[in-house]
């Protein structure tokens, strides 16, 4: 069975300043891909950064990259430069590569993240 | 870019009423759709993949003959609270997958039920 792990409940950070979201998985799967989502208070889920378990190269869109650490199973979302209006819940999320049969994703439990002025 | 829109965004009912939500792809074709629900500062969890001109594939624990799910279209896709009751108050987010591509998931706004 796949797993994903959040242990950060929530997290505070400066603006303009980096922070790292932790996330750990465990699957059996040799293919997979992970993915990052953020959901504002007003509920949508945004779709942030995806990473391909067999991406050599750490995944990166913009303020947003993917710390991929197969060997730990780890795959931490690194924002620079935060702004307030990243403040949001963010969820790492589990499930086939892109383009496979389905995308049924399994979602960790989140983590708050509040961007202080 | 690809959008999936949810209506209601949030509804309020009487206990033993039905309540039918639609979710559906505005620009783009979805074989696939997935049907989610996120309780209070919960995780999202999976109830059903919702295959269209076929029956929906339910998640364990959850109950098909409570929350009927339909995907009568490529675009279309409506989850049914049936005899709804309190504790199935919750919000409920729709995704979907293109029917060509490798694209990922794009989630609607989400649903939010509350049952009096």
């Known amino acids: 069975a796949q797993k994903i792990t959040q242990t950060q409940p929530g997290m505070f950070v400066q603006e303009k300043e980096a922070v790292t979201l932790d996330c750990t998985y465990d699957t059996s799967d040799q293919s997979y891909g992970l993915f990052w989502y953020k959901q504002p208070s007003s509920g949508e889920m945004i779709f942030l950064i995806y990473?391909?378990?067999?991406?050599?190269q750490n995944a990166t869109e913009g303020r947003y990259s993917l710390n991929f650490q197969k060997a730990r199973k780890s795959a931490n979302l690194v924002i620079s430069a935060s702004q307030l209006g990243d403040s949001a819940m963010y969820f790492c999320?589990?499930?086939?590569?892109?383009?496979?049969?389905?995308?049924?994703?399994?979602f960790g439990t989140g983590t708050l993240l509040a961007v202080q002025p | 870019g690809a959008v999936v829109s949810q209506h209601p965004s949030w509804v309020i009912c009487k206990s033993g009423t039905s309540v039918k939500i639609e979710c559906r792809s505005l620009d783009f074709q979805a074989t696939t759709m997935f049907w989610y629900r996120q309780f209070p500062k919960q995780s999202l969890m999976l109830m059903a993949t919702?295959?269209?001109?076929?029956?929906?594939?339910?998640e364990q624990g959850v109950e098909k003959d409570k929350f009927l799910i339909n995907h009568a279209s490529l675009t279309l896709s409506t989850l049914t609270v049936t005899s709804a009751h309190p504790e199935d108050s919750s919000f409920y987010i729709c995704?979907?997958?293109?029917?060509?591509?490798?694209?990922?998931?794009?989630f609607g706004a989400g649903s939010r039920l509350t049952v009096l």
């Open positions: 995704s979907a997958r293109a029917a060509t591509g490798a694209n990922v998931l794009t």
């Open positions: 999320a589990m499930g086939p590569t892109l383009g496979g049969a389905t995308n049924k994703l399994i």
């Open positions: 990473q391909g378990s067999y991406d050599e």
């Open positions: 919702s295959n269209e001109g076929s029956k929906a594939t339910y």
